[in-house]
């Protein structure tokens, strides 16, 4: 495989030479931010999206990204040619610094790096018979931020596994909210239900949303666990799995257990956007 | 200041030459547990504890702490004696290790560091006259294990410092936890309250409650938040800080609003317990 490189701190380096400082308060306190985008073609696709929630992220968090939107394209122009992926995911991590007591820190002298992987798609069979999610009582601690607490996604891995799942549905016991590291929708009578609250704002998600407007009533707000559990069909959005339709939730089919019609339409809409691009 | 080692994966080396890789998975998805312990007369004090702690805590990931009990006490002598603090606390702290895809990674290949940093004793005027504590509603993702998630304590720093106070203490809007970074006990006729669930096992706490044996009744359970705001006394325990009275939850006092007579006992009986050390 080519050298791998990474961009760190306003320097591109090969990935092996790259040291993140074993005080960093990203590492030592959890407290960071990241994104994950993915290229269509070989070029970044919803970039401005990506980094227009990096920042709401770092704001959040009171950090602040250190290079401009026009600094990290060049960056992750540059990565792409250095590190020759087919196509790749591009991680883009915040932290706030280094701490000199493994507590406080200054938000001025973050840590920001990127860098990228191949990227891996699902296989065609996921987007024909659809995945299964297991709901897991949880919420995340600062929903609205992507933050890097997967704590509970990794703890539940070898049971997710197992299930044949390929993610959590987080809940309340309530509400829905959404996968641990994807958005899902819900169908019911031919509208599309959108979990508001206690959710990360989804990029695809979002697109989906938009491509479905003119045939679809959204509806977007609170969603009873029960309500989510009697849906017609699931569907969940992530940037490198796209449109994937959910047929099982725990142990229970959702619908008749295939992909539905609405989810099938959207994931064509989806394929046609991603062909556009 | 003396150049600053650190210890990093069977290695003692320099920690401006210390490389945290940024594929890390406890820095892209948090998976990481640390301890933290103290000094006292310059040697390691509740070792034992502190490494059974850390055990536990890393059980509890699927991960285990790569070095014997042995060998971490003498990379910590080794550290102490390169370092030169007056009084140090020494941190632990062990990851998943890198991972190639920023979500897998093999327990096998654990990131583990040892770092010193000098020990910050508050003033005398917070056991004098006691501290705030500010609740919120919050619980931690994993309480029974020591993780590096302190988002919600970090994301609340300036509110904790604005209101004068020194840590939150959780809850659920039922019943109380634990600080943020300590064990909270509540007393009331007498008696001492101890909160069972959803708490870090205390090393300094427990060795209290055992000094504390001998005089006074010890409840351990759940503690209803109404109780906890309800007591007559509440002192909270902690590794750096020792037995600290904790005079107001919020804007209200606790009692008449100083240190109680249970409390200023074992504080006593800390001092003493440090003096033998």
Not at 160 to 169: K, P, Q, R, S, V
Not at 207 to 232: F, N, T
């Amino acid at each position: 495989m080519t050298k791998q490189h990474i961009y760190l701190n306003g320097r591109i380096l090969l990935q092996e030479d790259a040291a993140i400082s074993p005080l960093d308060i990203g590492l030592l306190r959890g407290y960071a931010v990241f994104d994950l985008l993915r290229t269509v073609n070989g070029r970044p696709f919803l970039l401005a999206e990506h980094l227009q929630r990096l920042r709401s992220s770092a704001d959040k968090l009171g950090l602040a990204v250190s290079a401009s939107d026009d600094e990290i394209a060049a960056v992750i122009d540059e990565l792409l040619e250095l590190n020759g992926h087919e196509e790749a995911a591009v991680r883009l991590v915040l932290t706030g610094g280094v701490s000199p007591d493994g507590l406080s820190f200054d938000p001025a002298t973050p840590t920001f790096f990127i860098l990228t992987h191949e990227l891996h798609i699902p296989p065609a069979s996921l987007y024909e018979n659809g995945g299964a999610l297991l709901t897991e009582k949880h919420k995340r601690e600062l929903p609205g931020a992507k933050t890097t607490g997967y704590l509970t996604m990794l703890l539940n891995r070898d049971k997710t596994a197992e299930a044949g799942a390929m993610d959590l549905l987080y809940h309340d016991g309530e509400h829905v909210f959404e996968a641990a590291s994807a958005s899902v929708y819900f169908v019911r009578d031919g509208r599309i239900y959108a979990p508001a609250d206690c959710v990360l704002w989804g990029t695809v998600g979002s697109l989906v949303l938009e491509l479905a407007a003119d045939e679809y009533e959204v509806v977007v707000g609170e969603i009873a666990l029960a309500d989510a559990l009697a849906a017609d069909e699931v569907f969940l959005t992530s940037t490198t799995r796209g449109v994937v339709p959910i047929v099982r939730l725990d142990d229970a089919p959702v619908g008749d257990g295939q992909p539905g019609p609405v989810t099938r339409d959207l994931m064509a809409r989806w394929s046609d956007a991603l062909a556009r691009a």
